[in-house]
């Protein structure tokens, strides 16, 4: 079992920058890939990044490509996501998401365990 806690959200304006955070319970955050999922009013949940159980690993969707760095600090248990240059369609509550494979999965229906999430919002 994984408990995730998100964490960094907040309201900046476009062109800033915020770090989110995503604590993870449990001894074997190590072998669990993680990802970063968004979901703005009205729209479905949408993959933003992805990272591996090393870290060797990651993966960006197009629209946050460059913008955005998904990094893992396996001590810690946790994972975080830079987000600069940060634009007003980025608003969106953000959740992390983590599943027990070694796979890099950007389903989000692929994924067991769930964060509450954080609110971003970007004002132009």
């Known amino acids: 079992q994984v408990q995730l806690v998100e964490s960094g959200g907040g309201l900046v304006q476009a062109g800033g920058s915020l770090r989110l955070s995503c604590a993870a319970s449990g001894r074997t955050f190590s072998s669990y890939t993680m990802g970063w999922f968004r979901q703005a009013p009205g729209k479905e949940r949408e993959f933003v990044a992805v990272i591996s159980w090393s870290g060797g690993r990651t993966y960006y969707a197009d629209s946050v490509k460059g913008r955005f760095t998904i990094s893992r600090d396996n001590a810690k248990n946790t994972v975080y996501l830079q987000m600069n240059s940060l634009k007003p369609e980025d608003t969106a509550v953000y959740y992390c998401?983590?599943?027990?494979?070694?796979?890099?999965?950007?389903?989000?229906?692929?994924?067991?365990?769930w964060g509450q999430g954080t609110q971003v919002t970007v004002s132009s």
């Open positions: 998401a983590a599943d027990n494979t070694v796979q890099v999965l950007i389903n989000p229906n692929e994924y067991d365990y």
